[in-house]
């Protein structure tokens, strides 16, 4: 049998499906972070969070891509499980570093620009 390719069947859909809902997410709750941080600004906040929007799609598909091509070969269900694991919580891990560097980044930018104004 064949575990590399019941892996990726496993692993392409749950990534998928990490990388469609919680970007919604993301992107949805992220516009309010976004009009309150620039005080209701709609005709700046539209784009900045259709640009962070793009930006973490191009991460997970990268990842995602990455992820296949350097995959090794599974020998067995208990290795096989181990790798799900390990490739997917790297990526979710990446997602709330990356998410939690953009909002202490924007409240940076958005406090800096208000002090000096």
Known sequence: MNYNILTYCIYL?????????????FYVHGEV????????????VK????????GYY????????ITIA?????KSTSQMLNTLSEHLGIIIIGLAVLHYNNVL???YLVKSKTLKQ
Not at 13 to 25: D, E, S
Not at 47 to 54: A, Q, S, T
């Open 33 to 44: 972070f976004l009009l309150h941080l620039f005080k209701n600004d709609q005709t700046i």
């Open 105 to 107: 980044c924007l409240n």
């Open 58 to 65: 191009l991460v997970n598909i990268g990842y995602a891509i």
């Open 13 to 25: 859909p749950i990534i998928a499906v990490i990388m469609i809902k919680i970007g919604w997410m």
């Open 70 to 74: 350097y995959w090794e070969t599974i």
């Open 47 to 54: 784009p900045i969070n259709n640009l962070l929007l793009i």
